[in-house]
């Protein structure tokens, strides 16, 4: 079996994963909030993207570098930030950070990480982003941005689509607690999906490692009682200008759907990363491929826009930097990739994203991408 003659879509990587992760596990990845309609309109919405391929352009050599926050990125998507991703696969942060510094992509480590900003720093190189769910301490907060300053870790991603914990109906319905409590009917699961289980095993269940310096890691007192949830607080406009103060690199604010927003935020901080958090947190929210023309015109044309969501291919990530992203992020795909085959399929995840660009922008008849914008048809 080779990955790229048996698994050459990420799709492949996805329905693997389904099948090899435990119920649970696949739940949390893939679950939304309400219904579950804002991450399947966000794909049909990139679906409906059309750009229009140009005839007779020769030869061209593809680069598929970006420019981004004062650094070469030399392809443009990295992995965005995912909460307990050691949970769906064993040492998931480690080996995303690897591959991240292998490829010089960015690896955005979540506040709810199974693995803290010191685990990963012998991995990640230089290109570690740091993802902070805002703590209404403001003590606690210079002690997190500090121990992430330390560790290596040089843009900041503030996390703005969480004022409170959403309503997750399908992991309360698949018997999920955070942190997790093994339950028969989890053991159940566990108990047909063996390469998780042994992984789990060599490893130990995973944690919450970067908060517990700051309480109780492991009592849950709901399914978003955790400690990760009792830290946060709703970020204001005076807590990203205090953020930006406090922190010496770029800051990023994640999960911007609003053009006035938008404009509002490029006056104090460094990129707006337009996101609906994979439609896990608000069920009407608009896809952002969608909103994200109005974010462009809104912010200008040189001002750097990030965006994420519903993104199963080279091509979509070309239809989100057609409609006026800088740079793309995986959320769920890269982590199907792992679910699959663990770090192996990781990279196959990179490699089936770099192949495909490379064919779709000889489509296009483009050999940059910053040409992209003018293809959008
Ligand atoms: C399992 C899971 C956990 C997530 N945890 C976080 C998190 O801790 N912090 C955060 O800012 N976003 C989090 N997100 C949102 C992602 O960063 C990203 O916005 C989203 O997954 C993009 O959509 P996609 O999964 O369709 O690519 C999480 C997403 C998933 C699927």
């Given at each position: 079996?080779?990955?790229?003659?048996?698994?050459?879509?990420?799709?492949?990587l996805?329905?693997?994963?389904?099948?090899?992760?435990p119920?649970?596990?696949?739940?949390?990845?893939?679950?939304?909030?309400?219904?579950?309609?804002?991450?399947?309109?966000?794909?049909?919405?990139?679906a409906?993207?059309?750009m229009?391929?140009?005839?007779?352009?020769?030869v061209?050599?593809?680069?598929?570098?970006?420019?981004?926050?004062?650094r070469?990125?030399p392809?443009?998507?990295?992995f965005?930030?995912?909460?307990?991703?050691?949970?769906?696969?064993?040492?998931a942060?480690?080996?995303?950070?690897?591959?991240?510094?292998?490829?010089?992509?960015?690896?955005?480590?979540?506040?709810?990480?199974?693995?803290?900003p010191?685990d990963?720093?012998?991995?990640?190189?230089?290109?570690?982003?740091?993802?902070?769910?805002?703590?209404?301490e403001?003590?606690?907060?210079?002690?997190?941005?500090?121990?992430?300053?330390d560790a290596?870790?040089?843009t900041?991603i503030?996390?703005?689509?969480?004022?409170?914990?959403?309503?997750?109906?399908?992991?309360?319905?698949?018997?999920?607690?955070n942190?997790?409590?093994?339950?028969?009917?989890?053991?159940?699961?566990?108990?047909?999906?063996?390469?998780?289980?042994?992984?789990?095993a060599?490893q130990?269940?995973?944690s919450?490692?970067?908060?517990?310096?700051?309480g109780?890691t492991?009592?849950?007192?709901?399914g978003?009682?955790?400690?990760?949830?009792q830290?946060?607080?709703?970020?204001?406009?005076?807590?990203?200008e205090?953020?930006?103060r406090?922190?010496?690199?770029?800051?990023?604010?994640?999960?911007?759907?609003?053009?006035?927003?938008?404009?509002?935020?490029?006056?104090?901080?460094?990129?707006?990363?337009?996101?609906?958090?994979?439609?896990?947190q608000?069920?009407?929210?608009?896809?952002p491929?969608?909103?994200l023309?109005?974010?462009?015109?809104?912010?200008g044309?040189?001002?750097?826009?990030?965006?994420?969501?519903?993104?199963?291919?080279?091509?979509?990530?070309?239809?989100l930097?057609?409609?006026?992203a800088?740079?793309?992020?995986?959320?769920?795909?890269?982590h199907?990739?792992?679910?699959?085959?663990?770090?192996?399929?990781?990279?196959?995840v990179?490699?089936?994203?770099?192949?495909?660009?490379?064919?779709?922008?000889?489509?296009?008849?483009?050999?940059?991408?910053?040409?992209?914008?003018?293809?959008?048809?």
């Amino acid at each position: 079996m080779t990955l790229e003659k048996d698994f050459p879509a990420l799709t492949d990587l996805r329905d693997r994963a389904r099948r090899r992760l435990p119920r649970f596990v696949w739940e949390y990845l893939d679950s939304g909030t309400g219904a579950e309609t804002a991450a399947p309109r966000s794909a049909a919405a990139l679906a409906r993207v059309e750009m229009t391929p140009r005839a007779l352009c020769g030869v061209q050599e593809a680069d598929l570098s970006v420019q981004l926050l004062g650094r070469r990125y030399p392809l443009p998507f990295g992995f965005a930030p995912v909460g307990m991703s050691g949970l769906i696969w064993p040492d998931a942060e480690g080996i995303l950070a690897r591959l991240a510094a292998r490829e010089g992509i960015p690896f955005g480590l979540s506040t709810v990480a199974a693995q803290s900003p010191e685990d990963v720093a012998p991995h990640i190189g230089d290109q570690g982003w740091f993802q902070l769910y805002a703590p209404g301490e403001p003590e606690i907060r210079t002690d997190m941005l500090n121990r992430a300053r330390d560790a290596g870790f040089h843009t900041l991603i503030l996390t703005a689509d969480v004022p409170k914990a959403s309503r997750r109906e399908r992991l309360t319905r698949a018997g999920v607690t955070n942190p997790m409590r093994m339950s028969p009917r989890i053991l159940a699961q566990v108990a047909v999906s063996p390469a998780w289980a042994m992984g789990m095993a060599r490893q130990g269940m995973p944690s919450l490692r970067f908060l517990e310096k700051y309480g109780d890691t492991k009592t849950a007192r709901s399914g978003t009682g955790h400690i990760g949830y009792q830290l946060r607080t709703a970020p204001d406009w005076a807590y990203l200008e205090a953020v930006k103060r406090e922190w010496d690199g770029p800051v990023v604010v994640k999960g911007v759907l609003s053009a006035d927003d938008a404009r509002r935020i490029a006056g104090i901080a460094d990129a707006v990363w337009v996101s609906n958090h994979g439609g896990r947190q608000f069920d009407a929210a608009p896809p952002p491929v969608t909103v994200l023309p109005a974010i462009r015109d809104a912010v200008g044309p040189q001002y750097p826009l990030i965006a994420d969501g519903a993104v199963q291919s080279a091509t979509d990530i070309l239809r989100l930097l057609s409609r006026g992203a800088d740079f793309v992020m995986l959320g769920r795909a890269v982590h199907w990739g792992l679910g699959a085959f663990g770090a192996r399929g990781a990279a196959h995840v990179v490699d089936i994203l770099r192949a495909g660009l490379i064919a779709d922008m000889a489509q296009l008849g483009i050999a940059d991408l910053g040409a992209l914008r003018h293809a959008a048809g």
